[in-house]
């Protein structure tokens, strides 16, 4: 869902669609990007992983049982495999595994049918998108629109694709810089729930990074930080020497009386800028918010996290 956008607007808020316009298409195709964009969004975010020839696709997940048809293709059935991805086995399909030839010839499906059961109307219709078609929408729409189209691209497990021989933060940068994406002031943020990767594209580019904050656990490549830590001052300035803002899990900015947890004056505090994912229907604190009272029942999803932002 896209939130109102004229009213976040007027706030000063940027919206970011999360994986496009998830709720409407299977996310992470072009048409749930393009939807997103025709909704209003500043901002899509697509999930980035490579492909074996070192392609950056996106994908929420490098195994993509989920999101495509993969396991219903018999060629590719020895393709299943087994393996650990930041200290977790996972088995499936692997991007890393297929050229993009073979991964074109993939269809995308809605990843959550039970919860989203309007978008398995277009199961088998889309390819996996590639960065670079990404960016040709972004570009295409800007020339149609008139209004810059921004990128908030995730590097997913940069460090796991590293120790295979796929570095997603250079991929990404020289791609973004071809595409004459630099600075400050391009409508781009690349973010990352790892730290080294950022720290090294802060030297990189003059593109601004976000450090994606959940709640709970810490950076896959480096076990010694936990998320908490980062919330603290001292780690909110520690991150604010390489990005310019953090995304944070919902749950993290208000506690369970709905009274803001204090994350985001302390950001504001080290000059972060706050970014927030995600809330749709199925989140377990939506009714929580419902409960809230500030909102009435029938009001959207979109404007229970605009009121929710406002509150924290
Ligand atoms: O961009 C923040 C958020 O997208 C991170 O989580 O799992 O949706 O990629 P995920
Ligand atoms: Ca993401």
Redesign the pocket.
């Given at each position: 869902l896209v939130p109102s956008t004229a009213l976040a607007q007027e706030d000063g808020m940027l919206i970011?669609a999360?994986?496009g316009a998830s709720g409407e298409r299977p996310e992470h195709t072009l048409a749930a990007y393009e939807l997103a964009i025709d909704q209003g969004a500043d901002y899509i975010?697509p999930?980035l992983v490579a492909t074996k020839d070192g392609v950056l696709v996106a994908r929420?997940e490098n195994e993509i049982s989920g999101t495509t048809d993969v396991a219903e293709r018999a060629e590719f059935a020895d393709r299943r495999t087994t393996k650990v991805i930041d200290g977790q086995e996972v088995s499936g399909w692997f991007t890393e595994d297929f050229t993009l030839a073979e991964l074109r010839t993939l269809r995308a499906r809605e990843r959550l049918p039970e919860i989203r059961p309007q978008n398995t109307a277009y199961d088998g219709l889309y390819q996996v998108p590639t960065l670079s078609e990404i960016i040709q929408l972004a570009r295409a729409k800007e020339s149609e629109t008139g209004r810059a189209i921004g990128l908030?691209p995730?590097i997913?497990h940069p460090t796991y694709f590293a120790g295979i021989g796929h570095d997603l933060a250079a991929m990404l940068v020289e791609q973004l810089h071809a595409a004459g994406y630099e600075g400050e002031s391009a409508p781009v943020y690349i973010?990352s729930?790892e730290v080294e990767p950022l720290r090294r594209l802060s030297a990189m580019t003059g593109i601004r990074l976000v450090q994606?904050i959940?709640a709970e656990g810490g950076p896959a490549d480096d076990p010694s930080i936990s998320y908490a830590d980062m919330l603290t001052p001292e780690g909110m300035e520690k991150v604010a020497r390489y990005a310019v803002g953090i995304?944070v899990a919902v749950p993290l900015l208000l506690d369970e009386q709905g009274e803001p947890t204090g994350v985001v004056a302390r950001a504001r505090a080290a000059g972060l800028t706050v970014?927030a994912?995600?809330l749709r229907p199925e989140n377990p604190f939506l009714p929580q918010m419902l409960q809230m009272g500030e909102v009435p029942e029938a009001t959207g999803c979109d404007d229970l996290l605009f009121a929710m932002l406002q509150r924290a």
């Open positions: 970011i999360h994986r975010e999930d929420h908030y995730e997913k973010q729930f994606l959940a995304g970014d994912w995600t």
